[in-house]
Antibody, heavy 116, light 107 residues
Framework: QFQLVQSGADVKTPGSSVKVYCKAS????????ITWVRQAPGQGLEWLGG????????NYAQKFQGRVAITADESTSTAHMELSSLTYEDTAVYYC?????????WGQGTLVTVSS | DIQMTQSPSTLSASVGDRVTITCRAS??????LAWYQQKPGKAPKLLIY???SLDSGVPSRFSGSGSGTEFTLTISSLQPDDFATYYC?????????FGQGTKVEIK
């Protein structure tokens, strides 16, 4: 059974960066893209971008261009999402999910809190 | 960017009711639309993809329809487990966007 397991909750200060991990198991890692989506408290879902692990190609939401970096390590079946220049508005649960269109498997989510 | 608008934002219904949620795209997305169900504290769950294809294991009381700019998610007979928030997602363009969500509450 395919599964995505994410790194644990994190607290960051404004202006710093956060890196969230997403480890895949139970399937072929580079057969699917990995997409990152976030959800601020009480809000809807927001797409950040995605990566094709086989080719390393990435696609980012214009809103986050220059501030987000998504990478993938085939040797460990792990995708990473790094968000820099954090503000309080970046406080959210960050999800990784399998796919570049419909997202059929999701990680459990990682709460990132930006606080001084 | 393609904007997705869901209606209503909140829906109050009873067990056994037929429920319909609408999602409108700001431009044509063909049938590149998915629907998700999310419960508090949980990750979203894929219900429907390509506008009308039911994901594996999803009960047949869920159905999707539409193409172009207007889409609907229908629950034929609402069950207690269906009280949740539902999101549409377009993946036609190089970027993807979600609707703002529809919360289905107990009447």
């Amino acid at each position: 059974q395919f599964q995505l397991v994410q790194s644990g909750a994190d607290v960051k200060t404004p202006g710093s960066s956060v890196k969230v991990y997403c480890k895949a198991s139970g399937g072929t890692f580079n057969s699917y893209e990995i997409t990152w989506v976030r959800q601020a408290p009480g809000q809807g879902l927001e797409w950040l971008g995605g990566i094709n692990p086989m080719f390393g190609t990435t696609n980012y939401a214009q809103k986050f261009q220059g501030r987000v970096a998504i990478t993938a390590d085939e040797s460990t079946s792990t995708a990473h999402m790094e968000l820099s220049s954090l503000t309080y508005e970046d406080t959210a649960v960050y999800y990784c999910a399998r796919g570049s269109g419909q997202l059929d498997y999701w990680g459990q989510g990682t709460l990132v809190t930006v606080s001084s | 960017d393609i904007q997705m608008t869901q209606s209503p934002s909140t829906l109050s219904a009873s067990v056994g009711d037929r429920v319909t949620i609408t999602c409108r795209a700001s431009q044509s997305i063909s049938n590149w639309l998915a629907w998700y169900q999310q419960k508090p504290g949980k990750a979203p769950k894929l219900l429907i993809y390509k506008a009308s294809s039911l994901d594996s294991g999803v009960p047949s009381r869920f159905s999707g329809s539409g193409s172009g700019t207007e889409f609907t998610l229908t629950i034929s007979s609402l069950q207690p487990d269906d009280f949740a928030t539902y999101y549409c997602q377009q993946y036609n363009s190089f970027s993807q966007t979600f609707g703002q969500g529809t919360k289905v509450e107990i009447k």
